[in-house]
């Protein structure tokens, strides 16, 4: 799927800052489920998890084991060349992991432009300057230092697997790789290693199998310092890359404390910054409560629901591009954006009737492949994984000798303020590109806890419409008490301040067409774009129930499992 469409912080503080976060009680008595679940983006990262709990590791184990699965079954968006972001709930308590890729230090903020000062095309998206330095491998080594109660090589050993005697292509795979190849004509090696998949045929992937297998005895060591690290940056030579050997030895992920807000009678568990998800999410939903009166009575995808939503999410938007950014760079003003009276006030701006003007909607404080999956254990812990190489098949570089496709997350960042980028939003000072600094994101893996039980594990690619995506299936489940099958199903929409007025629809589920008129006739423009809304993979809980969904939109596939 191709999706296109907190002071100059104190230093982001890693691997040592940040305790966990105590989202409630921390004496609560563990949970003991009869069942562990998993949604995952495919079968094989489905099958793998399954396999791991089944075996006694925990939904952090499995996690680990399912990203490096997908690595090799899923290229478009598995990854070991791209990064993340990890949302772990153990023990009842909430830590959110950072391995985002981080700008080289050779970058510099007007990179991709040209002597007139032009966005060059498609240099942030094709090719080696479009890669962020990795963080995918140490991020999963922290996951298992900290949680992991199986050995690392364990959790390798699926992935070095499925690369060494293959995995069966799927259709829409084959056809993001075709759509791929004729973007990239010829401009790097990925038709070299992925030329020659065939759908429904067995595909290998020996040089990557030799990776993991370092990865596996090695650890990080080997991807940032050893074998790996030399064969990437001869890549990055070959191609006039930025990445360099010290790039990869300084490259740090980390933990940092998950945001938390309250919503209806539970906490919201989302992504900090450098996500913009979790702060826009909790806006959504924090606007859309303050404007319930509004939405009495209006029925599920109607053009007055359509038409309230757009409103929420325009302002929500405006606040993005001006405000989020790394907080080790930029001074992200979390606590404003999420006061209560700013949200009374932004609340209040909201026009029930008609299109408020794109150009009023300011920031309002003074002054196309990601993947994810869901994993809940009979502990009760879980994780809500969100890791990319942003677009289909990242930066379409592979790095020749070690079988990997490398991210063109780049393009997450401002190239030039208020030039949107692929996903067409736009950004400003607080994401412009610097050495060393996090791009900014709308990946949000998020949880639903209440009385400091996880209610609800979820999340999705998307680019910028992850964060409507996620809204949107949580507004389903608990506003329109839709099951969870049917409210990740469901037809979804999508605006973001810019285009000006623009409502996106998905292929899979258009609005009806009587909806679509009513909203022409108030004043929108319709975009369907070539690709879905998302690609939710979710778990609920109940008091007796578990319950796990895979989004219909792609092969995803969800097990709950008795064990
Ligand atoms: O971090 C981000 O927001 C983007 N790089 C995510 C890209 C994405 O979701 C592509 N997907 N469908």
């Known amino acids: 799927m191709f ?32 069942q562990g679940a998993v949604a995952s983006p495919d079968q094989y990262g489905a099958l793998v998890a399954e396999q791991i709990l089944r075996k006694g590791g925990n939904a952090v184990d499995a996690a680990i084991a399912t990203a490096f699965t997908l690595a090799v079954t899923y290229p478009e968006a598995g990854n070991i060349g791209g990064g993340g972001f990890m949302l772990v709930w153990f023990d009842s308590k909430a830590y959110f992991l950072d391995y985002r890729e981080t700008a080289p230090a050779a970058a510099h903020r007007d990179m991709f432009l040209d002597a007139d000062r032009q ?76 030329g020659a998949m065939k759908a429904g045929e067995n595909f290998k992937q020996p040089e990557l199998a030799a990776t993991l297998k370092r990865i596996a005895a090695k650890g990080p060591d080997d991807f940032y310092k050893g074998k790996t690290a030399e064969l990437l940056v001869a890549e990055m030579q070959r191609g006039n890359g930025l990445v360099t050997m010290q790039d990869l030895a300084a490259y740090r992920a980390g933990w940092r404390e998950a945001l938390v807000t309250p919503w209806q009678d539970k ?182 806890v209440k009385d400091n039980q996880v209610e609800l594990v979820v999340g999705t690619p998307g680019g910028s419409t992850i964060i409507t995506s996620i809204f949107q299936v949580i507004t389903n489940l608990f506003d329109f008490k839709m099951p969870l099958q049917q409210a990740v199903a469901a037809a979804r929409f999508h605006h973001q301040l810019l285009p000006k007025d623009q409502i996106s629809m998905e292929p899979y589920s258009p609005l009806s067409a009587e909806v679509q008129q009513q909203l022409i006739n108030k004043g929108y423009n319709l975009h369907t774009q070539g690709w879905n809304l998302g690609d939710v993979q979710a778990i609920q809980v109940t008091a007796t129930t578990v319950e796990a969904a895979a989004d219909p939109r792609s092969r995803g596939v969800a097990k709950v499992i008795a064990y």
């Open 267 to 448: 906490q919201l568990i989302s992504a900090p910054p450098p996500s913009s998800g979790g702060i826009a999410l909790a806006q959504l939903l924090g606007l859309k409560q303050r404007r319930s009166s509004d939405f009495n009575g209006v029925a599920h995808n109607s053009s007055q629901y359509v038409h309230l939503i757009a409103e929420l999410e325009k302002r929500v938007y405006a606040d993005r591009a001006e405000y989020l950014g790394d907080p080790a760079f930029v001074n992200v003003p979390v606590q404003s954006l999420l006061d209560s009276k700013y949200l009374d006030q932004r609340a209040k701006e909201i026009n029930p009737l008609a299109i408020s003007a794109t150009k009023a909607i300011q920031p309002g404080l003074e002054g196309y492949h990601t993947t994810h999956f869901s994993i809940l254990d009979k502990q009760g812990n879980a994780v809500s994984n969100t890791y990319t190489l942003n677009l289909d098949f990242g930066s379409g570089v592979v790095v020749q000798g070690a079988g990997f496709l490398l991210n063109n997350e780049m393009d997450d960042f401002s190239a030039k303020p208020g030039v949107p980028n692929v996903f067409g939003v736009v950004g400003n000072e607080a994401n412009s590109i610097a050495p060393g600094k996090r791009m900014l994101s709308s990946m949000t893996p998020s949880l639903l």
């Open 3 to 34: 999706y296109p469409l907190v002071s100059t912080a104190v230093l982001f503080c890693l691997s040592i800052y940040c305790g966990p976060l105590q989202a409630a009680d921390t004496n609560t008595p563990k949970r003991h489920l009869t």
């Open 119 to 194: 966005v060059i095309k498609n240099l942030s998206l094709i090719g080696h300057q479009a890669s962020g330095v990795p963080g995918t491998v140490m991020g999963l080594w922290l996951a298992h230092k900290k949680f992991g109660s199986l050995p690392w090589q364990e959790l390798l050993a699926p992935a070095i697997h499925y690369a060494e005697t293959g995995f069966i292509v799927a259709q829409n795979q084959y056809q993001y790789r075709a759509d791929l190849l004729q973007q990239l004509d010829g401009k790097t090696n990925f038709a070299r290693y992925f």
